[in-house]
Every structure is written in C-alpha cells, then in structure tokens.
C-alpha cells in the first residue's frame, strides 16, 4: 500500500470510491423501461435472435441465420447469454450499466500506472465522460470499448515498462483479440496507444522494447483482414442493397472550428438549455486548477518516490498520457466523420476526454479539498442531466408496452417514427428505431435493421432480406410509406405520432388501430387489394 502522502492515497479506498461512485453513475439505466438510446433496441433484437433462436412462434430460424465468427458481436453474445438467466430487456441494460460503470475502475487503472503523479479523484472526471456520444447514438460496441481500451492502455504501459512478466503479455494479447467481437476500430487505437507508448519508452532512454506491440500484433491484424474481406472480399449478392447504397455515399468532413465546437455535445450528449456546455465548463474548470495547483514537478517521498527512478523519471515518461490524449485528439481533427455512412471521428471523443482526465497532474496536498469540489459536481451534474433525460424518454416511449402485448408473435413489422427526437434528448433520434423491441419480444422480423450489415452477428437467409426496401422506407423518410405499394409487404405498422399522422398515412382505409400514448398499432393484413 502506498504511503499516507501518496497521491493515490493507498489502494483500498480508491478502489472501493470509486467503485461506488461508478454503480452510483449506471443506476439512470433502471430507471425506464427503454434506454434512450439510437441503435440499441436494433441490437438488442439481434441478442433477441439467439436467445430465442429454437422458438418456432418467432420465425428466428425461417428468416435468419447465425453468423457469431463476424466482428462486432460480443454485446449481442453477452446480452444473449445472460438473458437465460434473467429477462433480455434486463440483461441489456446490465450489459451497457456495466459498460459505463467500468470506465471509472479502468481509469483508476491508468493513474496507478503514473505512480506519485496521479491523483485518483480523476478516475471520476473520467467516469463523468460515460454518457458522451456513443451512449445516445446507442453504439454499444463502442460504449465497451471505452474501458477496455483504458484498461488496455493500463496494461500495455506496464508491458512496455518491463512489468508483469509473461501473465501480462498474455493478458494483453487476450484483450487485443476481445476487441475483434467488440470494435476494431478501438483495437487500431489501442495499437496506436502501444506504439506511442513504446516510443516514449525510447525517447526516455529505456531502449526500445516492443513486446507491447507484439501482443497485439496478432489482433490488429485480424482486424485489418476482418474489415478487407468486408470490403472487398465479400461477394456481391452478400451485401445487401442497403450496405451497398450506403457504401457509395460521399465522405463526410467537417471543418475545424466545428470539430473544436462540438466536442462538448460528444462529451457529454446534447441537452436541452446547453446543459453540455455546463459539463464542458466544470470539466474545463477541473484541467485549469489541476494545473495551477500542480505538485510543480517535484516528486513525492516514500514508496511513490520509485514512480521517478532513473529513465521513467523523464518528462517523456511522466507526460506519457498527456502525449496520448493528445495523439487521440489530432487523430479526431484528421478523421473524417462519416465513412461509407459510418460514423467514425465523433466516437473518440468521449475517449479523448477519458484519457486526458487520466493524465492531469496531482495536486498539492493543500489544494485537494479545492479540486475535489468541482470533480464532484461535474460527476453530480451529469448524473442529474441523464436521469431527466431517461425519465422523459420513458414518458415519450410510454404506450409502446400494451401495443407490443396486442400483436401476434413472428409477423413483418415496419416502424414509422414521426419526430423521432425528445424536448430532452432533442439532438439524438432516440426514437426512431423503438419498433425493433418487436422483435425482441415477439419475433418475426422488422424494416430497417443492423441485421443488413455484413459486421453484423445475424444475417439474413437468401430471400429473406428486404431488398432495396430499408432505402425507400428508411426511419428518415416515414411520410414516404405508401399503403398501395407497401402495405401487402407487412403485417403491422407501428406508428410514432398523432392522429393526423396516421389519418394522413392511411387516408381512404378503415383499418385497425389501436392507440396508446404517442403510439399507434395498424393491423395492414387486410390492406392488401
């Protein structure tokens, strides 16, 4: 255990604040019955798919196959698996609380690394940064990555510094190929980490040692061969026209000074008043005392004293972090934000945030008290913002339940989502694709899902996909459905919106609706003429 003057102020009580804190953080989950979250209930359909796969009332094996050995399926395999022994809806959200939950422990793991330089109330600012822009857009690959990647970058410095012996090198190479069924794109950046780190190493006259990059070798190039047969390997009639028509949209830049001004709302969601902006400033608030009441360089007795011995008491290695925050940041403002209609730049932001938090110095032992103030309310505040925002989310989505309850099970559904924002969540579609919870509890199949992407751990059997379908009725476009042209291809529609909406949508035709809250059911099985 550390010393009492340690930074780090010993093990125990760290570890178990911090811990307390970050269950504290995921409890806005269990809250509502939906998380307001974009994809995730189009996920949790396909975690649905195995879980219920041998159910004949779900239609899962007539329409479907299993394709687990792709990249990006571990949430949906993990989430299947715990649904046997509790309810899917609830393992889901387990499995993404778990996921926010974690980045504070994975954090405090990457200051104990800094030795006398850390400080582990940063764990918390960290923590803070969870419900950024993978949470609302409900990228659940994504929303893992985040502590795993800094527990990755954890246990790569210590690889790389000479520690830990074999169990660490194989530890890490375990976790290089975990992230091939999390993301790849998060295994690159870690690989990244691992050379930038290696160089730090070397320019701070430790010599070169690439172990750290050995271990991950191996996954990084699984994941390059992964996305190459993707792309170019696959055949034609294996990508379906959905995959195809967003492969030939343009690459999506933004400008610098809008990078620079959106990372706040990517931080931290976008709510309603600027409430990001609040975040933004208390985080901001946080780095500035964090240097102006640095220890100014000098290092700490005791057993934090051997964090500076010889070449790692280089400003090289001491800084190392900082370099990667960094590193992560530049490669934000280089990347494009949407390739082949994949957004890729904004999800590192939250992750930019995360790192930087883990390498802000410690404080002067006089001056904790004063930055412990503003790490509480940032984390505070946070927790406030998403509590409202998944309350009122559960209002908006309230009627869904009953409606689900009065359909049969294994029938085509297509969802037809009018303003798909919320007063609170007012910059995330978090509506548009609540008809997949359809599919999670009922079967069958829906319009528009990840199912049509090859990444995707579901496929679909040959004539069962919806061909060019997803791109005339995507959640964009619900105005565009037409009873004549398309009512005979589905058995439901769910309708998200007013009377008028549907009035308008089915005008001339005496069908059956039923009505609960915002949420309209329209039997179409008699539609067809």
Same mark, same amino acid.
């Given at each position: ?25 995921a409890?806005p ?14 996920h ?8 219920f ?58 200051? $104990? *690394?800094?030795?006398?330089? &850390? @400080?582990?109330?940063?764990a #918390? /600012? +960290?923590? %803070?940064? !969870?419900?950024?822009? =993978? ?47 999390v ?5 690159l ?8 780190l290696?160089?730090? $190493? *070397?320019?701070?006259?430790? &010599? @070169?040692?690439?172990?750290? #990059? /050995? +271990?991950? %070798?191996? !996954?990084?190039?699984? =994941? ?41 709302g ?37 057993? +934090?004293? %051997? ?6 008491g ?15 940041l ?5 990347v494009?934000e ?6 890729v ?74 303003a798909?924002?919320?007063?609170q969540?007012p910059?995330?579609?978090v ?21 049509d ?21 995507s ?55």
């Amino acid at each position: 255990m550390a010393v009492s003057g340690s930074p780090l102020g010993g093990r125990r009580r760290p570890t178990l604040a911090v811990a307390l804190a970050s269950a504290l953080f995921a409890v806005p989950l269990f809250l509502a019955r939906f998380p307001p979250m974009v994809d995730y209930p189009q996920h949790l359909a396909m975690a649905a798919v195995y879980r219920f796969w041998g159910d004949a009332a779900r239609g899962f094996a007539e329409h479907f196959t299993l394709t687990w050995w792709r990249p990006h399926g571990a949430w949906e395999l993990l989430t299947a698996g715990l649904a046997w022994l509790m309810p899917i809806e609830f393992a889901g959200k387990l499995v993404v609380a778990l996921s926010v939950a974690a980045v504070g422990p994975a954090a405090l793991a990457v200051l $104990r *690394r800094r030795g006398g330089d &850390g @400080w582990w109330p940063w764990a #918390l /600012a +960290a923590l %803070a940064c !969870a419900y950024g822009y =993978a949470f609302w857009f409900g990228f659940v690959g994504s929303l893992a990555a985040y502590p795993l990647c800094l527990a990755g970058v954890a246990l790569t410095d210590r690889v790389v510094a000479g520690e830990g012996g074999r169990r660490a090198l194989v530890g890490l190479f375990a976790l290089g190929l975990l992230f091939y069924g999390v993301h790849l794109q998060f295994l690159l950046v870690l690989f990244g980490a691992a050379g930038w780190l290696t160089i730090c $190493r *070397r320019a701070a006259g430790g &010599g @070169w040692r690439w172990r750290g #990059l /050995a +271990a991950l %070798a191996p !996954a990084a190039a699984l =994941a390059v061969g992964a996305v190459a047969w993707m792309r170019w390997m696959l055949p034609a009639e294996a990508v379906s026209a959905l995959e195809r028509a967003l492969a030939t949209t343009p690459t999506a830049w933004n400008p610098l000074s809008v990078k620079l001004a959106t990372m706040g709302g990517l931080t931290f969601g976008v709510h309603p008043g600027g409430a990001e902006h609040v975040a933004a400033l208390l985080l901001l608030a946080v780095g500035v005392l964090a240097v102006l009441c640095r220890r100014n360089g000098e290092a700490p007795a005791g057993e +934090a004293a %051997a964090s500076f011995e010889g070449w790692t008491g280089s400003r090289w290695w001491r800084h190392r972090f900082a370099g990667l925050a960094l590193a992560l940041l530049a490669v934000y403002l280089l990347v494009p934000e949407r390739v082949s209609g994949f957004l890729v730049a904004g999800r590192l932001v939250p992750l930019v945030a995360m790192v930087a938090c883990c390498a802000l110095p410690a404080p002067r032992l006089g001056r904790r008290g004063l930055l412990a103030l503003p790490v509480a309310a940032l984390v505070a505040w946070q927790l406030a913002v998403v509590t409202l925002d998944v309350r009122d989310f559960d209002r908006e989505a309230a009627g869904l339940s009953e409606l689900l309850a009065a359909t049969e099970p294994g029938r085509d559904v297509v969802g037809l989502v009018f303003a798909p924002t919320t007063d609170q969540v007012p910059a995330f579609p978090v509506l548009a694709h609540l008809p997949a919870y359809y599919q999670v509890r009922r079967g069958g199949r829906v319009l528009v899902s990840k199912i049509d992407l090859t990444h995707a751990p579901v496929a679909y059997r040959e004539g069962r996909d919806w061909g060019t379908l997803p791109i005339e009725l995507s959640e964009r476009n619900p105005q565009d459905f037409d009873l004549r042209r398309h009512g005979g291809r589905f058995d439901y529609a769910l309708v998200h919106g007013d009377r008028a909406h549907v009035a308008r949508l089915f005008a001339g035709r005496s069908l059956p609706v039923r009505s609960a809250g915002s949420w309209h059911l329209v039997e179409l099985e008699t539609a067809v003429e």
